[in-house]
């Protein structure tokens, strides 16, 4: 007669798809590193600071205070991912935080959501932006920081040579009283393409020669 504690001590076969979704919880958590890559996330940044931090000669102090802002943005995404999964909507979640398809071009990304429309299987490209309400008031009278719909519009860009996207939207979300806005960015295929060109040119004629660009000039953000 088998007793209680052998019970416990006997594993049951398991199938193929239950040890590799079990793979998947054992392994680490790994952070997203972009590597000797221009990011997407970089779009309209100083060229000279990039060169600078791909050459490791300049790397961007995070104090406990900054920090927080990362952890406070890191905790938006996972209300968004979780309120997107558990409510029933036309659109489902199909990936969450996917690497952007390697083009050659140096450029690398990971793209917040990807959704599917059920009814007719239209691909939606998600980028998620926490922000304060001088940026959300601005974002519902209809203007939005160019960075931004030129990030959108990059993801909607590179996903093209994997899947048929049309549609890319920014998910704007108040940090100070959790006020949503949706909106949808219109592709600029043209736009993508010039920004490709500045990329490669950037590497081609300043990281790679090992020439530091010039002091971008910006009234607001001027380099140091």
């Known amino acids: 007669?088998?007793?209680?504690?052998?019970?416990?001590?006997?594993?049951?076969?398991?199938?193929?798809?239950?040890?590799?979704?079990?793979?998947?919880?054992?392994?680490?958590?790994?952070?997203?590193?972009?590597?000797?890559?221009?990011?997407?996330?970089?779009?309209?940044?100083?060229?000279?600071?990039r060169y600078m931090e791909l050459k490791e000669l300049y790397k961007e102090k995070i104090d406990s205070k900054l920090q927080r802002i990362f952890d406070m943005g890191n905790n938006i995404h996972e209300m968004i991912f979780k309120e997107l999964a558990?409510?029933?909507?036309?659109?489902?979640?199909?990936?969450?935080?996917v690497n952007i398809p390697d083009i050659g071009k140096r450029i690398s990304g990971r793209c917040d959501l990807i959704l599917s429309k059920s009814s007719n299987g239209e691909i939606v490209i998600c980028d998620i932006k926490?922000?304060?309400?001088?940026?959300?008031?601005?974002?519902?009278?209809?203007?939005?920081?160019d960075n931004y719909k030129s990030q959108v519009n990059m993801y909607v860009h590179l996903f093209q040579t994997s899947m048929k996207i049309k549609t890319g939207v920014l998910i704007l979300v108040d940090k100070t009283n959790g006020d949503i806005e949706i909106i949808e960015i219109p592709y600029d295929k043209q736009l993508a393409e010039s920004q490709i060109k500045e990329v490669t040119n950037f590497f081609d004629n300043f990281v790679d020669k090992n020439i530091c660009p010039e002091k971008c000039i910006n009234p607001q953000w001027p380099c140091e």
């Open 130 to 145: 926490s922000c304060g309400k001088w940026t959300m008031d601005k974002a519902k009278e209809g203007i939005v920081d």
């Open 86 to 97: 558990e409510k029933h909507g036309d659109y489902k979640i199909i990936g969450a935080e």
């Open 1 to 49: 007669m088998t007793n209680v504690n052998e019970l416990t001590s006997i594993s049951r076969n398991k199938t193929e798809t239950e040890k590799e979704i079990e793979e998947i919880f054992a392994q680490d958590k790994t952070p997203y590193k972009s590597g000797k890559n221009f990011r997407v996330s970089d779009l309209g940044c100083c060229w000279r600071k």
